[in-house]
T-cell receptor
Framework: QQQVKQSPQSLIVQKGGISIINCAYE??????FPWYQQFPGKGPALLIA?????SEKKEGRFTISFNKSAKQFSLHIMDSQPGDSATYFC?????????FGTGTSLTVIP | KAGVTQTPRYLIKTRGQQVTLSCSPI?????VSWYQQTPGQGLQFLFE???????NKGNFPGRFSGRQFSNSRSEMNVSTLELGDSALYLC?????????????FGEGSRLTVL
């Protein structure tokens, strides 16, 4: 059973556009929601994270929107750049247990 | 500060063989977890170790096993390899401060089973 559902599987965005990736979860015990970014040939790396007591967190061009009642959260990449082309994974954490989404392959076209 | 190191980076095996993958965590990190990454399936959790004890195990068959040594280095073993075991195996370490801990991933070991 997939604890975290992520969509879309792939996304193509023009340079300067907004990329939006969505995730949903079921377990209300999750208390930390990170996003990881993975470039080809590399391991995933933490991009940005949010706790459920906050509805939004912004770091530069990256924003997490969190809807606790709907049990959904999303990653918004503003002014998308070709260098943002990567695979993005959302995750939900409880204690030391992480549950990852299936990933979104983002391609930003120049 | 050195990152997470995984060896070997690439390997090719045939069905029925076994394989051992190694992971050296970041110095001071006592939690090591393993993930299997395949296209379309994302990151599937295999198991997690802390201070040489397996704390959590994912939904994989018993052919997949692991261990952690006193220096926090970890190994995972897959016996009787199947074609479907072809994947990128990622190791991640963390300080394990409880909720909100960041995972630091290695670059992975890419296993191809022929």
């Amino acid at each position: 059973q997939q604890q975290v559902k992520q969509s879309p599987q792939s996304l193509i965005v023009q340079k300067g556009g907004i990329s939006i990736i969505n995730c949903a979860y079921e377990n209300t015990a999750f208390d930390y929601f990170p996003w990881y970014q993975q470039f080809p040939g590399k391991g995933p790396a933490l991009l940005i994270a949010i706790r459920p007591d906050v509805s939004e967190k912004k770091e530069g061009r990256f924003t997490i929107s969190f809807n606790k009642s709907a049990k959904q959260f999303s990653l918004h990449i503003m002014d998308s750049q070709p260098g943002d082309s990567a695979t993005y994974f959302c995750a939900a954490q409880r204690g030391w247990q992480f549950y990852f989404g299936t990933g979104t392959s983002l391609t930003v076209i120049p | 500060k050195a990152g997470v190191t995984q060896t070997p980076r690439y390997l090719i095996k045939t069905r029925g063989q076994q394989v051992t993958l190694s992971c050296s965590p970041i110095s001071g990190h006592r939690s090591v977890s393993w993930y299997q990454q395949t296209p379309g399936q994302g990151l599937q959790f295999l198991f997690e170790y802390f201070s040489e004890t397996q704390r959590n195990k994912g939904n994989f068959p018993g052919r997949f096993s692991g261990r952690q040594f006193s220096n926090s280095r970890s190994e995972m073993n897959v016996s009787t390899l199947e074609l479907g075991d072809s994947a990128l195996y990622l190791c991640a370490s963390s300080l394990d401060r409880g909720g909100g801990g960041e995972l630091f991933f290695g670059e992975g070991s890419r296993l191809t089973v022929l």
